[in-house]
Structures are given as C-alpha cells and as structure tokens.
C-alpha cells in the first residue's frame, strides 16, 4: 500500500544559541512506498526555519566533521551518473529501466548555487550547497530525498544557514529514522529517546 501524504514532523529537542528561545529549525519527512519495490520507502526531508530564509545547508563530512547522511541508502546510477544533486532528469533514470524516486540524492539543482565536496555511497551522503540567489529562498526547503530499505536506520547531521533581518545564523539539526516506520508515535511511547531533532543557532562571524 502506497504511503503518501504522510507528513512526520520531527522536533523533539530544540536548544537556542546566540539569539532567542524560539525553535530553530524544524525537519519534517514526507514518506511514501518507491516505486521500485514494496520493501523499500522514499523520504523527502524537508528543513523550515522560523528565523528566515534558508540561503545554504552544509551535510558534508569532510574533516571528521560527523556531518551529513550515514546508514544503508539506496543509490541508483543510470548509465553510470552519479545522481548526488537534482541534475539528472528523471526521463535518463526511466530510459535505465529505473525512477528517480529510487535514487537517494539532495533535491536542489547543482546550477542554482555552489556544490561542495558532493559524496554518496552505498551508506552515505554528504555536500554542502550554497544558493547564488538567496534572495529567492524562502524558509522552506525540501532538500535531500532518502530511499532505503524498510526497517533499516539512517542518522544525519548538518547545519543551515539562514539569513536574519539582524544577519546570517547557522542552525543545526541531528537526528535519526528508521525506513518504514513513521514517527514520532512508535518512539513518544518509548520515552521519546531514539528519535530526535536538536538545532543550535549561532551567528556566523
């Protein structure tokens, strides 16, 4: 049974820095069965900010950070393109006898910014991106599509940037989910322990 329309917002945690009490940013995750096979689930990771615009996001692990995507992800190359931003059109995954829902990958089209240190592999996804027009964000941004396995879990880490009437603050989410499973009710009865959202906000220098 397709699941769609199910949107899971996860804000179990939420620590101010550098500004006021308020949340930072929320994930929600908006789940539906791939197309590829029953067993497998589709996530899209949807990042809003209550401060303002979100101009910049940064997943990438480089340096021992402990940013970006880590657990079992689905990863689908047609015809042997890496697929880490929105750059490959759907039609090239239909031609390879696949879908783009299939395929884990950031949502947001390389041309529209700046790339940075962009890696996948077969547990793992990481970059940073930085919009030329941040201008035309808003304080939503649906900007990493998940696939996976059901019942196997994914952590992630990683920091938006968000531009402020008063200037730019990052604001970092952690968390984790778990392919099949919708939260937060099965983790609220467990004591809310395994499943969560923490965002610090900071200003930038």
Not at 132 to 142: D, E
């Amino acid at each position: 049974m397709k699941l769609s329309g199910i949107l899971c917002t996860v804000a179990l945690s939420l620590v101010a820095f550098a500004g006021s009490a308020s949340a930072a940013t929320v994930i929600s995750l908006d789940r539906q069965d791939s197309p590829g096979d029953a067993g497998w689930e589709t996530i899209v990771m949807t990042a809003t900010s209550d401060a303002g615009n979100i101009i910049g996001f940064n997943f990438d692990s480089g340096g021992g950070s402990g940013l970006g995507f880590a657990g079992p992800l689905l990863q689908v190359d047609p015809f042997g393109q890496k697929a880490i931003f929105n750059d490959v059109p759907g039609a090239i995954f239909g031609a390879a006898g696949s879908d783009i829902l299939n395929d884990t990958h950031f949502l947001v089209p390389s041309a529209q910014g700046i790339a940075i240190n962009a890696a996948e592999s077969a547990d793992s996804l990481a970059g940073a991106f930085n919009f030329s027009n941040a201008g035309a964000q808003g304080p939503s941004l649906a900007f990493a599509q998940l696939v996976g396995v059901k019942g196997n879990t994914v952590s992630y880490a990683g920091d938006f940037t968000v531009a402020t009437p008063t200037g730019n603050v990052l604001e970092r989410v952690t968390g984790e989910f778990t392919f099949g499973i919708p939260e937060p009710a099965t983790f609220v009865l467990a004591g809310m322990g395994a499943l969560g959202l923490v965002a610090a906000r900071r200003r930038m220098a």
